[in-house]
T-cell receptor, first 112, second 116 residues
Framework: GENVEQHPSTLSVQEGDSAVIKCTYS??????FPWYKQELGKRPQLIID?????GEKKDQRIAVTLNKTAKHFSLHITETQPEDSAVYFC???????????FGSGTQLTVLP | ETGVTQSPTHLIKTRGQQVTLRCSSQ?????VSWYQQALGQGPQFIFQ???????GRGNFPPRFSGLQFPNYSSELNVNALELDDSALYLC???????????????FGPGTRLLVL
């Protein structure tokens, strides 16, 4: 089955700096890659997603890039703010059912 | 916040007992997926229900079972509870248009299960 690896497991940045989180996946048939943000004690919330027919997608301070050949995708957060502090999960899915395989998460801390 | 709700919010059971968790999907959504999230880990896919039928299952034993009702709400049942079943159980609802891929999954707040 699909395997998603996520790095780093923890990331600390100064407010205003950029943060990058990277994921690799194993199944070349995967075609949907969402990113979720989970604050302590709360539900995962979708922040951005990308489909395999697109190489990059941007939404304000957040962007995701996808390299299908290398089977990796990355989350980029620019101009980080303290409220960006949370655990971020990448995920991958194939087909139309969108049954997600998640990475192990990255604890992002934005230092004021 | 999403319109996905789950009950109960917390639950304590003892080993060997059975538990039923409930999920009410967002209005207009016809698909419910269940995930198990152990402490400090990413959610793991348990199974998905679409139009009252199981539509895919992850690497979980048969003592994990589910149901989806005509109003698209869903239940997760776990029999013969084990200590390792202690986790946050999340459901996510989405819309699957006819012949199309499921759209964005919206998660509920989860049920935290502790097995003693």
């Amino acid at each position: 089955g699909e395997n998603v690896e996520q790095h780093p497991s923890t990331l600390s940045v100064q407010e205003g700096d950029s943060a990058v989180i990277k994921c690799t996946y194993s199944d070349s048939a995967s075609n949907y890659f969402p990113w979720y943000k989970q604050e302590l004690g709360k539900r995962p919330q979708l922040i951005i997603d990308i489909r395999s027919n697109v190489g990059e997608k941007k939404d304000q301070r957040i962007a995701v890039t996808l390299n299908k050949t290398a089977k990796h995708f990355s989350l980029h957060i620019t101009e980080t703010q303290p409220e960006d502090s949370a655990v971020y999960f990448c995920a991958a899915a194939k087909g139309s059912a969108r049954q997600l395989t998640f990475g192990s998460g990255t604890q992002l801390t934005v230092l004021p | 916040e999403t319109g996905v709700t789950q009950s109960p919010t917390h639950l304590i059971k003892t080993r060997g007992q059975q538990v039923t968790l409930r999920c009410s999907s967002q209005s207009g959504h016809n698909t419910v997926s269940w995930y198990q999230q152990a402490l400090g880990q990413g959610p793991q896919f348990i199974f998905q229900y679409y139009r009252e039928e199981e539509n895919g299952r992850g690497n979980f034993p048969p003592r994990f079972s589910g149901l989806q009702f005509p109003n698209y709400s869903s239940e997760l049942n776990v029999n013969a509870l084990e200590l390792d079943d202690s986790a946050l159980y999340l459901c996510a609802s989405s819309l699957a248009p006819s012949g199309g891929a499921r759209e964005t999954q919206y998660f509920g707040p989860g049920t935290r299960l502790l097995v003693l």
